[in-house]
């Protein structure tokens, strides 16, 4: 089976720089595998993607040395099997926010005896290979995300299941569960980046990788140098958003410096 790069990284200690795609569209997705990304998250949550956008999605960013990833909209086994079954090399899991949660979302990414996924991998055996079956439980990355209340009283239970390769903070709901505003890089002032530390400590004394979500490279750069694994910057969506902006600012000598409308 064809190695999860992502996963070889993290374990030799390199950091990987995941791109992340909310638009729908497979050139969109193969322009951005171009980039330089190790792998890039199609998201099926906040994104406009569905599955039928994905698949061509999965198959451009195939055709790189980029490992291709999928955050799902909610911890439903159906939607994880077929996705992984499309080729995705990982899944990034919302509100996971118990220990059972935990369980339910890693034994759908996994074959029996070690979970309940079901046999027909499809486009996995074409990406993955022929012995795609007898790898994959171990091959695949599985990030649990902690954004909720009663996620950060229970971190040490859900880090604690076997299978949980990782995690990885989504910071707007993690602040919305805070009662702060929603937002990337939040202030080392906010309880939201008291809590990201907190989140990171636990995800290294148990061992596991720890990714989170930014909106600036020099974010990214700051949570690499805190000890993540795993960090995303910002978006397709956000940086055409923010290109576009800055070019039309350049042209007109616009003084609005209002924020990207764009998640």
Known sequence: MRKNKVKEMMKAGKPVVNGWLSAPGAVTAETMAQQGFDSLTIDLQHGLTDYSSALPMLQAISSTEVTPLTR???????????????GSYGVICPMVSNKQ??????????????????FGPIRGLIYG?????KHADTEILKLAMIETKEALEKLDEIMSVKGVDGIY????DLSLALGE?????????????S??????EHAKKNNIF??????????????????FNFVTISSDLREMSLGSKKNIEKI????????????
């Open 169 to 172: 903070i989504g910071p707007a």
């Open 210 to 227: 720890a990714g989170i979500h930014n909106g600036t490279p020099e974010y990214a750069q700051k949570m690499i140098d805190k000890g």
């Open 129 to 133: 290979g022929p012995d795609y079956t």
């Open 181 to 193: 505003e929603p937002g990337f890089d939040r202030p080392e002032s906010t309880k939201a980046y």
């Open 195 to 200: 809590e990201i530390l907190r989140i990171l």
């Open 72 to 86: 799902v909209n909610w911890n439903e086994p159906g939607q994880i099997m077929k996705i992984l079954d499309a």
């Open 252 to 263: 007109k000598g616009s003084t609005n410096k209002a924020d990207s409308k764009s998640y």
């Open 101 to 118: 949660e935990a369980q339910r979302f890693v034994q759908a990414c996994m074959y029996p005896p070690n979970g309940y996924r079901s």
